[in-house]
């Protein structure tokens, strides 16, 4: 099943740097198929999630120079702090709440000013930029489950710490 998904996201064709407006639709088709009842079967749905402080990576499909889609599940509490992925991302909620804080550099002073915080819930949906900085944290007493579709799969990214920025997370 996850195949038709994907199928209908290299549809879009979205490239190395897609619109705003292409990626909103690869998160409608995320919703749309996360709707259906056989989308995520048993066995992925059963996975473990994340407990404690632990951050928990399923890889779904990851094949070189295509969209990589992972399940990902943060135990509560656990944050990442600002960053960007160097590909674009849609993530899209299953279960608990992943908090997001969106920055923008100030490029006067390299500071980085909170734009805006979203939650993402199941069924909620939020799409990234490749130059996009954003802070999370598994808020609530649940760990999370969510989708992410990256541009790229994420072995083929730089270092995560080289992708991060400092200040503090704002949840």
């Known amino acids: 099943m996850t195949r038709t998904l994907l199928e209908q996201v290299a549809a879009l064709r979205l490239g190395p740097d897609p619109t705003d407006q292409q990626l909103a639709e690869a998160g409608r088709l995320m919703l749309a198929w996360l709707a259906s009842p056989d989308a995520l079967p048993a066995d992925v749905l059963s996975l473990p999630k994340a407990a404690g402080q632990q951050e928990l990576l399923y890889p779904l499909h990851v094949t070189p120079d295509e969209p990589a889609l992972y399940l990902v599940s943060d135990g509560p509490g656990v944050a990442s702090p600002p960053h960007e992925h160097s590909t674009w991302a849609v993530i899209v909620g299953v279960s608990g709440n992943e908090r997001n804080v969106l920055y923008q550099r100030d490029l006067a002073s390299g500071a980085l000013l909170p734009l805006r915080t979203v939650d993402i819930k199941a069924h909620d949906m939020i799409h990234l930029r490749a130059d996009a900085i954003h802070a999370t944290v598994a808020v609530d007493d649940l760990p999370t489950f969510h989708l ?14 080289s992708r991060c920025y400092p200040a503090e997370i704002a949840p």
């Open 148 to 161: 992410h579709l990256y541009g790229k799969p994420l072995n083929e990214l730089p270092p995560f710490a």
